[in-house]
T-cell receptor, first 118, second 112 residues
């Protein structure tokens, strides 16, 4: 299993500013994911973060808006840049499950960062 | 990737079994079905997964049809704490890892 800690748990930010969200895992993991959950909606995958390489972004998300760092195997950050009220969401990080042969494990999720942009 | 279809909402009386269906008709032979749930304001929580055999753990049972085109998650004795959005997911497979994308899920309301 993996225990994931996110900081901050919530924040209220002014439009035009940036917020960096931290995700700490209690074990070394290769692949991490960042999600956004807009009010009343399901989770949408933002990007895949592999240690030692550039993050891979899903359609509709760009690095300039959501830069991601992955400096080591237990930590990642997501920055929400130049924020607008439309960025008000819950942002979650996740540790990937593995597959292959007899090993098919589940994904683990942080409790999320609730961001409100005013 | 295999698309899943779930009813948007269901009600269940407290203490009764909750049966949540999921269609995944395009699932391929080596793809697993996973179930997660999200209780309000929390991160998603893993429940159970299976390939073709029925599975049971301390939280739930998973029944997969023989053709693997659908499955049912069973919460045997639903409690108020089981009120949540339940997601049936067939993860995409990358280089050894799973990529989890969420549909709209089923909002289960357990009624006293």
């Amino acid at each position: 299993s993996a225990v994931i800690s996110q900081k901050p748990s919530r924040d209220i930010c002014q439009r035009g500013t940036s917020l960096t969200i931290q995700c700490q895992v209690d074990s070394q993991v290769t692949m991490m994911f960042w999600y956004r959950q807009q009010p009343g909606q399901s989770l949408t995958l933002i990007a895949t973060a592999n240690q030692g390489s550039e993050a891979t972004y899903e359609s509709g998300f760009v690095i300039d808006k959501f830069p991601i760092s992955r400096p080591n195997l237990t930590f990642s950050t997501l920055t929400v840049s130049n924020m607008s009220p439309e960025d008000s969401s819950i942002y979650l990080c996740s540790v990937a499950g593995w597959w292959g042969g007899l090993s098919n494990t589940e994904a683990f999720f942080g409790q999320g960062t609730r961001l409100t942009v005013v | 990737d295999a698309k899943t279809t779930q009813p948007p909402s269901m009600d269940c009386a407290e203490g009764r079994a909750a049966n949540l269906p999921c269609n995944h008709s395009t699932i391929s032979g080596n793809e697993y079905v996973y179930w997660y749930r999200q209780i309000h304001s929390q991160g998603p929580q893993y429940i159970i997964h299976g390939l073709k055999n029925n599975e049971t753990n301390e939280m739930a049972s998973l029944i997969i049809t023989e053709d693997r085109k659908s499955s049912t998650l069973i919460l045997p004795h639903a409690t108020l704490r089981d009120t949540a959005v339940y997601y049936c997911i067939v993860p995409l497979k990358g280089g050894g890892y799973q990529k989890v994308t969420f549909g709209t899920g089923t909002k289960l309301q357990v009624i006293p």
